[in-house]
């Protein structure tokens, strides 16, 4: 498949991908790509995630890819069944932040995990198999989340596993504005959906 052929669903994390990220980037430059916009980006809460993005895939006209990043792969992981429901045929999910970890995150921007207002059913990562072909890539040095834990993940998950090296989070402050290495692997992706 072609980015052409897929609804390309954009999946942030907690705080939203600011307009420099890589998300952000592949949602003005992919023509079918859209970003899933929540409504309380700072406290998340996984039916209002979930039902957020299923509305989004719902709205689709072709079979859609999921691609995520941070604490949308675990909301991705967590709403995989709704997704499913609503056409989502492949999920491409990039730098999971370990809920089961949360601790021993960075400070992000002055703000910690969880947040005041609480994360509602974002306390454990999901564990089970993904209803459709999942491919996850994770730095080895990400402080979000380690190379083991992520490897684990993607094999729970029934997900492809690639090591992006040294590249932290893979977000801005990693310096992953564009991010080209990011964007040929969801080509590659891509062709394995079909």
Known sequence: MKTSEVDILIVPGWQDSGPDHWQSRWERNLRTARRVIQQDWDNPDVETWGDRM???ASGA???VVVVAHSVGVAAVAL???KLKRNRVIGAFLVAPADLDHADFWPDTGGKR???EKGTRGFETMPERRLPFPSHVVVANNDLYCSY???EHFAGKWGATLSDAGESGHINIESGHGPWPEGLLQFGQFLKKLG
């Open 54 to 56: 299923a509305k989004f």
């Open 61 to 63: 006209t072709q079979p």
């Open 79 to 81: 709403a995989a069944d």
């Open 113 to 115: 995990w969880p947040p």
């Open 148 to 150: 083991a834990r992520a």
